[in-house]
């Protein structure tokens, strides 16, 4: 009796479907990868009900061929490689030929297509990849694929779409990920038939970035463009500035192939050496060019994986790349472009003193409303005091150490505490003399459609006006006179990236609201402003780390003073 049976091609192929198509922005990826892949130069996506309803795109590269438009549905049917030797010069993004069949298993499907060789095009329909329909047709060149009813044929499956601003977030990060990438191509996306974001397909980057990001975070970038031998990586990086809690704005490429590579990230990040707050993320935009038969792309479905034959030659190659780049743009002192001892660039502490505490109040919570002990108390004389690089304080403490103090972050701590014991644990509102409509980029605007709940526990009242407006009639009260309105969707946008738990959310705002408030790196200080600094810090509750964790001084002792001129 047999036990063991070849599964029927239906069945086959509706599984295959659950490893590439898991959600409709899954189905404008492969589209859209498809199009690229074509020599598309106008690529319009558009959507109705979060992809939900439909998705179609349409594009005007070569086309497919009267003889290939029913083969191209067909399981592993691919004009991307002939044998596996390809993979190893392959310059297309796909290669599997799993997309389509995988899409038609799970959908009903509409195809219109004529290629740049042929006279006439040809339109197609499928239903669980069955041909329902065929006929001869007159259209441009190019191609229009409508994939409609997702999982209509799996309902367990379509219980699992989310809510339409939901699937449309992730339909616009798909999106984004290839306009960036490709700037050469004008790319725009409709949703139920209202255009969201659009691309000019001039070649610039730059200019992609500011349409999908704003112009706010483009002129806080920096250039990136380092050949050698056989690697070249290009792009832009965040001035220290900006940075972030995930890694959500960072977007890495291998031969203009998104990829999810956990080598890149830590090569960006080393490559700001200290010049990033710990557990903190740039904005980036890099794609690394290098040769096919360095990294093998086959290792998922979905090709958003990649590994590298040599990894440690790309990793110190990425690392030395974004260090160049940010010396260039005169953002790193002396002491940090040099490779210093781990125990030299750390603070250093007597043996009989409590040591620094690295911890942020999130992960000690109860510590904001804790009194500094005697015990612990800085030993930080009021004179003399010095600053340097119009950013730190250079003062000496009672044991005769070195204290280095960071302005900033000192004056965030400050200010921090000062709103606690000001406000206590309250989330009050403070209404604007007049409301104020922000300009929105299209992420922008998905943001805070996803987000109006959330916001409004914070102390904002927003209201949605037409379908890409908002209107703020009051923000937290402790905003007011601290955060300009041209600096609201900054705020906005830091405040909910992480979506905080709700008992996080007052302290978030407290730290938001003390950064805005705080001086800031680059700025001179009197004196007295200087001493009234180390005052605080002398006074405060947790001095060694900013609400954000950041260390807002570091000490250099005088044993290791002495030790460095040779007197030990």
Known sequence: ??????????????????????????????????????????????????????IRVTDDGCGISAADVEVAFQKHATSKIRRIEDLLSLKTLGFRGEALPSIAAVSRIEVSTRHRDEDFGTFLRLEAGITRERRRITRSTGTTIEVKSLFYNLPARIGTIKSTSTELKHIMEIFTIYALIYPAIKFELFHDERLLLSTTGNGRMLDTIVRAFGSAVAKELIEVNEPESGLRLYGFISKPAISYSTRNYIFTYVNRRFVKNELMVRAIRRGYKSLLPRNMYPFAVLSLQIEPAEINVNIHPKKHEVSFLHSEKVFRFITDSISSALRSADLIPELVQRELKREHSMPAHKPDKKPFSVQTSLQTPDVELSTQSEDSRLDILPVPLYQVLDSYIIAESEHGDVIMIDQHAAAERINFEKLIERYGR??????????????????????????????????????????????IRAIPVVFHGMVREDELMEVIERLIEDRPKIEERIRLLFATAAC?????????????????????????????????????????????????????
């Open 1 to 54: 009796m047999r036990y063991i049976f070849v599964l029927e091609e239906q069945t086959i192929g509706k599984i295959a479907a659950g490893e590439v198509v898991d959600r409709p922005a899954s189905v404008v990826k492969e589209l859209i990868e498809n199009s690229i892949d074509a020599d598309s130069r106008h690529i319009i996506v558009e959507v109705g009900n979060g992809g939900r309803d439909y």
């Open 426 to 471: 309250r989330i009050d509102k403070q209404t604007l003399l007049r409301p104020y409509v922000p300009r929105l980029s299209p992420n922008q605007l998905v943001l805070l459609r996803e987000s109006e709940h959330e916001l409004r526990d914070m102390g904002f009242d927003i209201e949605a006006i037409g379908d890409d407006s908002y209107l």
């Open 516 to 568: 805005k408030a705080s001086i800031k790196a680059g700025e001179k200080l009197s004196y007295e402003g200087m001493r009234e600094i180390v005052d605080g810090l002398r006074n405060a509750k947790v001095p060694y780390t900013c609400p954000h964790g950041r260390p807002t001084m570091i000490r250099l002792t005088k044993n290791e003073i002495e030790k460095r001129f040779k007197r030990r």
